[in-house]
């Protein structure tokens, strides 16, 4: 019986992609890919199998990988390929979350307070923002959580706002895309409607400066134009004072009251 011929093929690309991927300990890039393609083809300038990959395109890893995300999805494997901020990782999908728990029981993360989540949701959608902004929209300070939030490394400061006392602005980290699995703000739910909303949340809050005044609602410019009914029995000294302004706004407070007291 004769012996079979041994074929000597060279991997794929498909195959050094799926590799790397797997030997990374943190998310890998596709430029990184092509960084490590190149560099082997340089140390084994000799080998024309490893050579032939020394001038892949980013074009072709992308493509690869989402090569190998269809074979893991066609076969039903236990992991997948997720692409984050920083690049692709294979991790295990979330049905064996309870037995991946099991493996490694000291690795759970410690949750962040039902006040840290608030705080870093309303900066996720309005970064890059001020403490005040966040303040202004939360209704209290924030001092403590933000500490949390900085030392956890999911915020970082990013500047100075361009106004009086130049305060701090603080955007979210790449640790913060990679802990919620996201690849760019985008894919933060309700992005657009909810950024509008904080915003406007945020405006209505905010003190009135002497520029806003001068933008405030037709209600409140047309009251102090209300002539004032005379008062006989009032002396002529307290004729000056912003008593129309008041008693307008408040007017419909005594029938409130009255209502809310029967």
Known sequence: MSELPIIHEGPSLKQ???????????????????????G???AAAENPLIGAFAKTKESDIVEAIDALSADYLATGRAFEIRETVAGWQLVTTPAYAPWMRQLFPESKPARLSAPALETL???AYRQ?????DLEAVRGVAVDGVMQTLLDRQLIRIAGRAEIPGRPLLYETTSHFMEHFGLRNLDELPNANELRRAATAIAEANAPKTEASAAEATPNEVAA????AEPAPEQPAESAPEPAPVESIESSPEPDTTS???E
């Open 224 to 227: 102090p134009e209300v002539p």
């Open 16 to 38: 050094i992609v799926e590799a790397l991927v797997f030997a990374s300990q943190k998310p890998i890039s596709a430029k990184e890919i092509a960084v490590a393609l190149r």
């Open 121 to 123: 949701a309303i900066l």
């Open 40 to 42: 082997a083809a340089d």
């Open 128 to 132: 890059p923002c001020t403490r005040a």
């Open 259 to 261: 209502q809310s007291n």
